[in-house]
């Protein structure tokens, strides 16, 4: 098969379309015929060698894809060979095909093309399982997205709409708020222009920025309040003064989703199926793409991403 590889780490221009060997599936595992996948921050890093692939996953970038069942593996009986599915992947996305444990593949959800589908897995697991398995975000509540328009922060703006929470999301451009007030956030805020912590209290933060951010979205947050660290755009030391901590019995997480065991994404998937799929499927949630490139100019889709012009997914389709 065809995969992305990356030779040397470096720029856009190292990514390269070449012929690998084929993945053949293990006890428990799906071969999908690979119809799209999309780039990730995460596949961003790993071309510039700053995040390496965990142990046993395919080389290749690629957190997610759509496709077609191709094969299945001993021990599986949740799919069958034509089947039509989505999937979170541990790597390996920019590729013609790709083995995954069946606990992290989902079947595409109803009103959703097959391409568009590849957009979803890595956005509404991250999603589903920060503001809502671990921040516990109820409808009487306010959650502040930072990062709106990225990938993860369309969706977490849509989900939390679509839950009947209140939210509120930050952006760097006048469009990307315009965009995301069309998304369903009740309130937006220019942090080039203003100051978030001085105008919004919320019970749940999802934050990429990390360290830049860290006092000040404690400040943010209201007694009882869970700040949930995703990314770290803005650093990764700070200085907090725990007396705020304590005062307003506050919660700081930091997770990642890559490096999880199957299982632990398996509940994850399980959850979005079950909760986030029927959504989709009633057009309250839906994958916001900004562009379609082919895969096998992988290198244009991440001039686009590092451009930081995008709104939403960038998919990579074969
Ligand atoms: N921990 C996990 O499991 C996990 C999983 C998935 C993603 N992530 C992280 O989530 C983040 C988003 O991922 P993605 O792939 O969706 O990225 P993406 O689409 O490339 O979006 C990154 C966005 O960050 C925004 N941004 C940069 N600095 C900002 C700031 N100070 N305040 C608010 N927004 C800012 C930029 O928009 P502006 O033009 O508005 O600045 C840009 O659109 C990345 O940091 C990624 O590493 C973490």
Redesign the pocket.
Known sequence: MRAIVIPVTGGPEVLEWREVPDPRPGRGEVLIEVAASAV???DVMQRQGRYDPPPGEPPYPGLECSGVVAEVGENVEQFRVGDRVCALLGGGGYAERVTVPWEQVMPVPDGVSLVEAAGLP??VC?VWSNVFMLGRLRRSETLLV??G?????TMAVQLAKAFGSRVVA????AD?LERLRELGADEVIN?REEDFAEKVRADVILD??GA?YLSRNLQALRTGGRLIV??L??GVKAEIDLRTLLAKRAAVYG????SRPADEKGAIVRGVVGSVWPLVAAGAVRPVVYAEVPMAEAAEAHRM?DS?E?VGKILLVR
Request: proline share 0%.
């Open positions: 990730n921050r995460a890595e956005a991250t930072h990062g328009a990225s990938g993860i922060g930050t952006a760097g451009r990307k942090y990429i920025v830049k995703i990314g755009q803005g997770t990642t989703l890559r991403l930081g995008h």
